[in-house]
């Protein structure tokens, strides 16, 4: 029998080729008028990526039974929302990064004109599959489905949150309002992206979705004090984008707050804490407690 | 009795006040965190624009008897995407224009990160709001309603036109390939306004809601043609925004392709094709007639 972090690691193999695969079906052909605009798309989605999103998607989904078609629409939504926010994130406005997942962001490769549309391109794309495709078992739950997307990807959750972060360059910020600019930064699309795994099977009781949401809280935390710690220590080429970059920049992070050990015991607070939000689960939550180690433990 | 022009422009002038009431509603307070995001975002809609598409939005729903308040939401998430397009288009690496509406454009105002997260917000706040609020009879239609928004705004859309837009620059474009340009730069998001209006009410044959959609195709190139042929004759103190600017910068436009006489044939041929697909829908669709000659014969 393999053991269990075999058994995971192939899971995730598994589910990141299928996340691969639908995004690539989704996705406008490179051939389709506008060309440029649909290839630059492509490149800018396909072909990297640590799929954290749709894994969650896929992980949470199988906590509900849902179905594995409907698994790949919902988690290439929320991968579509993150790729359009790494695109305008990346532009020389804002962090102005050359580097992404290893290859030239979208601005070097084509030009800033398209790396704007790209992203716009990609928000509308990831609205027309979720409604294209039949998520969730009926009109209503899909129509809940855009609105939390919407709301996480707004100026209430992922936008709201990157405003925050603009405005937090050079300041001296204090751990709660670092935690709160990073809920609405990365922690709102990783909620939803579990939210709307959850939605594509059947009803949860409200306190199970209440903890299922905490689990999303807590691994969405966590994600950020891992990045943080990981850009303090690790070199480009293990990242893929640039490292060090948040320091050079003067962004307050997790690292330069809390120091380096007292961030690494604040992720694996976090990490036993979405382990706890699971009890009750049973084995159908074993992927979701899993990613959350992942999550924690990953070197890149 | 009132005439038939000044009925039509309290009409407008009523819908306007009307809409320009729904946005600041819906947009989120200035004085809500991140309040700098949300402030601009304010600045970009709030104030300003002649609000063709929800006029047009109101106009479609009179003909199929929709409640005013489902064609506020409808109205708004349209104009919310229009203003994010223009906000997008105005930055440095697209037109790079300063002067929107009057006013400084976004990023004159604000900076051009904040100008991005703009557009991204405002359009994420579109499809939320879409949602939110029982904009038609029953869930099915209001994912529909979702389809139409993201598929008019998508590269298969606007962000396409848009996309075409940038490749054309320089080019000596057909008059086919021009159109097909504005089909979907400007075209696709006029089309929605229409569609979103009419489903707002009940139900229509086909066959009518083909003839709204040919409407709405002949109205949404005359506005286009017509705003060439403004932008080569008006003042810049006329239109609120920069005058003669495709010219200087090398875009084709329909007076540079067709010359200004047979622009205006054009415009007015298109007016008459428009009122012609009304044609049996009675007293119910004389808003939308009044604004295909609005439209045409407006000097602004």
Do not use: N
């Not at 079906?25 to 630059?40: D, I, K, N, Q, T």
């Amino acid at each position: 029998m393999a053991s269990p972090t075999a058994d995971f690691a192939a899971w995730t193999g598994a589910v990141q080729a299928r996340v691969e695969a639908a995004l690539e079906r989704f996705l406008p052909s490179g051939s389709h008028a506008p060309a440029r605009l649909h290839g630059a798309m492509r490149y800018a989605v396909l072909g990297g990526g640590k799929r954290v999103r749709p894994l969650l998607a896929f992980a949470a989904g199988e906590a509900t039974g849902a179905d594995a078609s409907r698994l790949d629409v919902v988690a290439c939504a929320v991968e579509l929302i993150h790729a359009y926010s790494l695109v305008h994130d990346d532009l020389p406005c804002m962090d102005d990064d050359v580097l992404r997942r290893g290859k030239p962001t979208v601005h070097v490769e084509y030009d800033e004109a398209t790396a704007l549309l790209v992203g716009d391109a990609l928000q509308s794309l990831a609205f027309e599959l979720l409604v294209g495709h039949g998520a969730a078992r009926d009109a209503a739950t899909q129509l809940d489905m855009v609105r939390t997307l919407a709301t996480a990807a707004g100026s209430r959750g992922m936008a709201g949150g990157q405003a925050i972060d603009l405005e937090s360059v050079g300041k001296q910020l204090t751990v709660p309002e670092l935690e709160l600019m990073h809920i609405h930064k990365t922690g709102a699309l990783i909620r939803a992206a579990v939210r709307l795994g959850a939605q594509a099977g059947d009803p949860l009781s409200p306190e199970r979705f209440e903890r299922l949401d905490r689990y999303a809280k807590c691994v969405g935390l966590a994600f950020q004090v891992v990045d943080d710690v990981l850009d303090a220590e690790a070199s480009t080429a293990t990242l893929g984008k640039t490292a060090g970059k948040d320091a050079a920049q003067g962004k307050p992070t997790y690292v330069s707050i809390l120091g380096l050990e007292r961030s690494k015991e604040l992720a694996d607070q976090l990490r036993r804490e979405a382990h706890a939000a699971l009890e009750g689960f049973g084995a159908c939550s074993g992927r979701l407690a899993g990613l959350a180690d992942f999550i924690v433990l990953r070197k890149f």
